[in-house]
T-cell receptor, first 112, second 113 residues
């Protein structure tokens, strides 16, 4: 089992809809979770982080964490064509030293 | 504020040549990360430094790869000798306070022929 998994997509949603992106992870001890957005040909950009179970909202973005089920999700409300990008989930694996593992990313396409 | 600066932005080299990639982190950041991104393998952490000291280099693919951070404002990633399978985009990122919030540079696109 891969350490961090995401559906590769592409996920297509109409403009104005809610886009739901999911990420599962294998290390039960993981405490920190991040979502990055990467436009084609550009570098990843941090958009959200979450440390505690539950929801965290920032503008149109909501991160949801469920440690018992080992998943973290990102909801994008009122999706815009400018949200079309690849979304990378990153999980911090805590061992003798911390290590970050990125998921393969989910490609999102918002259709006008 | 200047973000993370990487150079060169593009590098084309022949197999067997030495390649050096450079990174200047955001001022005040005490963590520096080197990543490689390919379509097949995604974004992989190669090595990271804290206060100029390498903490985890388990992602460095083999002895042909080496990284240094001689001071808080400069790091290099060297590949010697380079091979076609090293072709990828190499990103440098920096962060502070151990929060793992990372800010990426624009990347270096390396092509080894």
């Amino acid at each position: 089992q891969k350490e961090v998994e995401q559906n590769s997509g592409p996920l297509s949603v109409p403009e104005g809809a809610i886009a739901s992106l999911n990420c599962t992870y294998s290390d039960r001890g993981s405490q920190s979770f991040f979502w990055y957005r990467q436009y084609s040909g550009k570098s990843p950009e941090l958009i959200m982080f979450i440390y505690s179970n539950g929801d965290k909202e920032d503008g149109r973005f909501t991160a949801q964490l469920n440690k018992a089920s080992q998943y973290v999700s990102l909801l994008i409300r009122d999706s815009q064509p400018s949200d079309s990008a690849t979304y990378l989930c990153a999980v911090i694996i805590e061992t003798s030293y911390d290590k970050v593992i990125f998921g393969p990313g989910t490609s999102l396409s918002v259709i006008p | 504020d200047a973000g993370v600066i990487q150079s060169p932005r593009h590098e084309v080299t022949e197999m067997g040549q030495e390649v050096t990639l450079r990174c200047k982190p955001i001022s005040g950041h005490d963590y520096l990360f080197w990543y490689r991104q390919t379509m097949m393998r995604g974004l992989e952490l190669l090595i990271y430094f804290n206060n100029n000291v390498p903490i985890d280099d388990s992602g460095m693919p083999e002895d042909r790869f080496s990284a240094k951070m001689p001071n808080a404002s400069f790091s290099t990633l060297k590949i010697q000798p380079s091979e076609p399978r090293d072709s990828a985009v190499y990103f440098c990122a920096s962060g502070s306070g151990g929060t793992w919030e990372q800010y990426f540079g624009p990347g270096t696109r390396l092509t080894v022929t």
